[in-house]
């Protein structure tokens, strides 16, 4: 969320390569809420949707309107059980005035997500190519200090560089809490896939498989998500090696699943299944 033009839309673009609409235009571009959901196991193990909104700003509808729009979607997400995990708040570094629109739009940004109870906010600020570092860095502080702090309970901020690796860099916190949650998910249904089986020996045997390689499948992606930071940082490392190893245990692992449902009546949960998918 955030005011038109500040590149939501270009963010969203730059991370998963889905075009939403992008607007080079002066009117208001995005009128309708989109998601594109986007699968990348190197930076998550779970799928990370992204909900591109209007602005709050837009040109041609009221501020009221464009809230009712994002409420809708949001009382719909609810109805469906679709949680929202966090919201970037987008600011333009570029603006040299912190009055009208920004300010406007950050107070209406604050009153929905009280409304809805969000906690995890990340400020993504853009347009970093378009102001000196040090004039950028000294207004993220001047903003941090006089306008997000007393407006927000909880925020993190990142700076969105028109690079997918900076875009990566601001999602990281959002996709470790995701992957955390995640991980506990998968063990629930292991526990609940070794219960189905009970006390066939065989069963338990290729159920060791699978648990094995689950687990192996969850380490190898630990080290994967460390390799592609260094590689972003640093350039360099040994990304693909680890890459080839975690196509190799997933392999591993699709065999396994299906010597076990071969073997034993068992049903997969959706997490577990989408592990192979
Ligand atoms: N120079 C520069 N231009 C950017 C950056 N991010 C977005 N833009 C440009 O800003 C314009 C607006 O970007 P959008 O992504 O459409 O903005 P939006 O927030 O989705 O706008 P609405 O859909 O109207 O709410 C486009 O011309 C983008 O190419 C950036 O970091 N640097
Ligand atoms: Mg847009």
Redesign the pocket.
Known sequence: M?P???????FIFTATGVDTG???SLE???KDVKMVKFSFPEVSNCDVVFVDM??FD?TGSSGKEVLKIIENWLYQASKKNIVVSGLLY?HRISDNRMAGTPLQSLHSFNDLRKKHGFQHVIITT?????VDEDLGTNRESELKSKYWQPILERFTTGR?L?TRQSAFMVLEGFIDTANRDFSRLIQDELSALRQQIGDNTVGMDLFSKVESRVNEQDEVLKRLRIEMKTTMLLGGGTLESVLAQYRTIRAELALAMEDLQKTVDVRLGKRLSSLVG
């Open positions: 955030g038109t033009g500040s590149g939501k839309s270009t992008i607007g080079h208001s571009c995005t209007p602005g837009a987008f853009t347009m970093w190519d378009e969105f028109h």
